[in-house]
């Protein structure tokens, strides 16, 4: 079975920086993107930033200049660096991965994971 932890999350006051890992577990082929989404109370879930197995990095403009999406591989973890945290970036963080492989009769196989989700809480 395949698990996402998430760790990280918080309160933080506006200006103050956070760091999430989010850390893949179990059974896997390869995962080939990795992405933090976020959900704020009565919104619909957000991309805030992806990142493939080759580094190439996707930022939702809200938080471009501000965030950083990183990844190790050998570690299959992926982490969201945030600084000048606003109170709107207050939400529950997802983390996401997509595994991609084939199977054993040479059929290609993706699935998507998702972690529990970490409360980040940015306030004074």
């Known amino acids: 079975q395949v698990q996402l932890v998430e760790s990280g999350g918080g309160l933080v006051q506006p200006g103050g920086s956070l760091r999430l890992s989010c850390a893949v577990s179990?059974?896997?082929?390869?995962?080939?993107?990795m992405g933090w989404y976020r959900q704020a109370p009565g919104k619909q879930r957000e991309l805030v930033a992806s990142?493939?197995?080759?580094?190439?990095?996707n930022y939702a403009d809200s938080v471009k200049g501000r965030f950083t999406i990183s990844r190790d591989n050998a570690k299959n973890t992926g982490y969201l660096h945030m600084n000048s945290l606003k109170p709107e970036d207050t939400a529950v963080f997802y983390c996401?991965?997509?595994?991609?492989?084939?199977?054993?009769?040479?059929?290609?196989?993706?699935?998507?994971?998702w972690g529990q989700g970490t409360q980040v809480t940015v306030s004074s």
């Open positions: 990142i493939t197995s080759g580094g190439s990095t």
């Open positions: 996401n991965a997509v595994d991609s492989g084939y199977s054993d009769y040479g059929e290609p196989i993706s699935r998507d994971y």
């Open positions: 179990g059974r896997i082929f390869s995962i080939t993107a």
